[in-house]
């Protein structure tokens, strides 16, 4: 009992930006089931935002040349805002942001990013959570894939297949 208490509270502060006003989704045991098994994560959504990116196809491996683009821009541009863990900073930390999000999703809200959260209704409910309006970064499109593939790898994609 006492872990599944835990897994909730650490399964809520991954979906809320502030989570200290939002216990709703603290208490349900199959959340915490559910977390267990990763489950909550890849089910979130498949909604692909909105903006020129309706299809991107990314390889099973990871690309550290993109991945490595991705790094230097994240420590220019995104760190300010963005750690790399659950955590939040001023906008919700990175990991496993590649599990709840399409690439396309996170594509289009890094180079559209105030259409996004002005239309967009999943970008609208993070914007409730966070009570920060993204700023517009300015990201080109090959920006925006280098950073998808940064972070692909802080979640965990490698270099090397799993299978085939
Ligand atoms: C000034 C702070 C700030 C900077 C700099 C910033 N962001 Fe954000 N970001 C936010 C906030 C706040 C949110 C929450 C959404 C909202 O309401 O705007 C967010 C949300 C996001 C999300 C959605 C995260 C999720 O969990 O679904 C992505 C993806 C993202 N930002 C990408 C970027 C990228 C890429 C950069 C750098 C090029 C960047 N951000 C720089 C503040 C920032």
Redesign the pocket.
């Known amino acids: 009992m006492k872990k599944i208490i835990i897994v909730s509270a650490i399964a809520v502060f991954m979906y809320a930006?502030n989570n200290n006003t939002d216990k709703k989704e603290t208490s349900s045991e199959t959340n915490a089931v559910d977390l267990a098994k990763q489950d909550s994560l890849k089910k979130v959504n498949d909604a692909r935002g909105i903006g020129k990116f309706t299809h991107v196809d990314i390889p099973e491996k990871l690309d550290a040349a993109l991945a490595k683009g991705g790094s230097g821009?994240?420590d220019l541009?995104?760190s300010?805002?963005?750690k790399l863990t659950v955590e939040k900073l001023?906008?919700?930390g990175?990991k496993d942001?590649t599990k709840?999000?399409t690439p396309e999703w996170?594509m289009n809200?890094?180079t559209n990013?105030d259409e996004m959260?002005t239309n967009d209704a999943q970008?609208q409910a993070?914007?409730e959570e966070?009570m920060?309006?993204?700023?517009n970064?300015n990201?080109s499109d090959d920006?925006?894939r280098k950073?998808y593939e940064f972070m692909r790898k802080n979640d965990g994609v490698k270099q090397v297949s799993i299978k085939k």
């Open positions: 930006c821009i994240y541009k995104c300010s805002c963005h001023v906008g919700p990175w942001v709840r999000r996170i809200f890094a990013t959260i970008a993070m914007l966070c920060v309006r993204m700023p970064q990201l920006d925006a950073v």
